[in-house]
């Protein structure tokens, strides 16, 4: 059987750019099992709740990845909330152990997706928002959105 090709998004974490700046971004590698691969491959993670931290050893671990069981899977399926290690090389790893130590900030994941049959995900520094600055975020968003409104609803009437 042929290699996949591409990128296939399993899951996105909307909800990360509502909570925090997000800063560097990296792509990394996750440890996994057979099963987890397989629900992954079914389209079904929830990134919600999970963030990432480097650990003493210089390893970077992924908690609350919620991976729902493989629903064919036998009593050798996978623990759904387990922690899972990342794949980053040791210069990636100090580098985003630097940027997360200041308070406030954490690593958390973008999205979750496959890049040529290899399970990815991309994590990012994040710094902590206040509600002030989601407030003001949503403001922004909207006033932008009403703007291109005005401009498309200019440019469909000039048509007629």
């Known amino acids: 059987m042929p290699r996949e ?15 925090y700046t997000i800063g560097d971004k990296w792509e990394a590698g996750l440890v996994l ?5 397989k629900s992954l491959r079914a389209g079904k993670a929830t990134l ?10 210089g390893e970077v671990w992924m908690y609350n990845l919620h991976i729902p069981e493989y629903a064919f899977g036998t009593w050798r399926n996978h623990d759904v909330m387990r922690k899972r290690k ?9 580098k985003l152990s630097r940027e997360a130590d200041g308070p406030g900030k954490t690593i ?6 496959f890049k040529d ?9 994040g710094t902590g928002k206040k509600d002030w600055d989601k407030r ?5 968003r909207d006033a932008k959105r009403e703007a291109q409104r005005a401009l498309a609803n200019r440019v469909r009437n000039r048509k007629r």
């Open 86 to 94: 990342l794949l980053l090389n040791k210069r990636e790893i100090a």
């Open 117 to 125: 049959g290899y399970a990815k995900v991309e994590i990012a520094v």
């Open 33 to 37: 099992q057979g099963t987890e691969v």
């Open 136 to 140: 003001q975020a949503i403001r922004e």
């Open 5 to 19: 090709q591409g990128v296939k998004v399993v899951a996105r974490n909307r909800r990360a750019t509502h909570d």
């Open 108 to 113: 958390v994941p973008l999205q979750l997706y």
């Open 48 to 57: 919600t709740d999970a963030f990432a931290q480097v650990d003493d050893r």
